[in-house]
């Protein structure tokens, strides 16, 4: 094996340990929350959603890339390689529909409390549920295509209409076809990401003109961000950014990979660690802006950490 292929792999490794480590701690508070009875706000639906979304994308990513940099070529066979795209595409879709649902929800809580805003709330509320199995729907109905473009490194493909994508191989004929096809499976992407960018000004907005009303009301002691909305509104903002951040790099690496017949070590790599990068972060950023999760691991780790010290002594 070479030191190179060590190295990605241990980086793929820890990259999904964290990440899953992360998406699975904030899943199991809300299941809890769940069981124990307690009343959950809305975008805590959607939060289960994506953590969900971020979970699947990192398995059927992280792992078969962790496990072909550690020298198991043979993994996946035809069959699971096209699985694992089409769930990693699933579950990377699904992220990016929670995020913006997520946003556009938060932009319409905080709205000012006038009739409209009122009853546009209402609404938002009542298809909450709606919106979270269309968003699982699309993406799952859009990205069936993707394995059409996949094939395991058993098939029997010539060498020279196949490109190299470390666990699995893709086709590199019919350019146009792709092209068509990666147009479709952007235009949900695009949109999201565009109602993203509406909500995250709108929000911005709101903040901005609360700031500057709370200073003329109160004095210079008051926090203008203090509030449980100004605080969740930020942690969204903080969430939308990164998201927003590590697409574009994202997909400026699969765009290469689409138009190289023959994409680089180095390329294919990059490219999955970046996809990777929003999954292992986002629980990570929900939980820094969440106290009650903070509260919730708070007893365990103290205790944890108490059994430690008396077994060492």
Not at 27 to 52: E, M, N, Q, W
Not at 177 to 199: E, Y
Not at 214 to 238: F, K, M, W
């Amino acid at each position: 094996m070479a030191s190179r292929d060590l190295v990605i792999g241990v980086i793929f490794l820890t990259q999904t340990v964290v990440g899953i480590l992360g998406n699975f701690s904030l899943l199991y508070y809300y299941i809890f929350l769940s069981f124990t009875g307690c009343r959950l706000r809305p975008t805590d639906l959607i939060v289960k959603h994506l953590v969900a979304a971020n979970s699947l994308s990192l398995l059927c990513k992280g792992v078969p890339q962790m496990m072909a940099a550690f020298g198991w070529n043979n993994f996946p066979g035809d069959f699971g390689c096209k699985l694992l795209f089409y769930l990693h595409r699933i579950g990377r879709g699904v992220s990016i529909g929670s995020t913006c649902l997520l946003s556009a929800f938060q932009a319409i809580t905080i709205s000012p409390q006038n009739a409209r805003g009122t009853k546009l709330k209402r609404k938002a509320l009542k298809y909450i549920d709606f919106s979270i199995f269309l968003c699982w729907t699309v993406y799952m109905l859009v990205n069936i295509i993707c394995p059409i473009h996949v094939t395991g490194k058993r098939n029997n493909m010539s060498i020279s209409m196949r490109k190299d994508l470390q666990y699995c191989s893709g086709t590199t004929n019919n350019k146009i076809t792709q092209l068509l096809h990666a147009a479709l499976l952007s235009f949900p992407d695009v949109l999201c990401l565009g109602i993203m960018v509406w909500a995250s000004g709108h929000m911005v907005f709101i903040l901005h003109r609360h700031r500057q009303r709370v200073q003329h009301i109160h004095s210079t002691n008051v926090s203008p961000g203090s509030s449980p909305e100004s605080r969740a509104t930020q942690s969204i903002l903080v969430l939308v950014s990164t998201f927003v951040c590590f697409y574009s790099l994202s997909t400026i690496c699969q765009v290469f990979i689409a138009v190289f017949d023959n994409p680089s070590w180095l390329l294919v790599n990059v490219s999955a660690l970046i996809s990777g990068c929003f999954p292992t972060a986002c629980p990570f950023v929900l939980m820094n802006c969440n106290s009650c999760v903070s509260r919730f691991y708070l007893p365990w780790l103290r205790n944890t950490t108490s059994t430690k010290v008396i077994t060492n002594a």
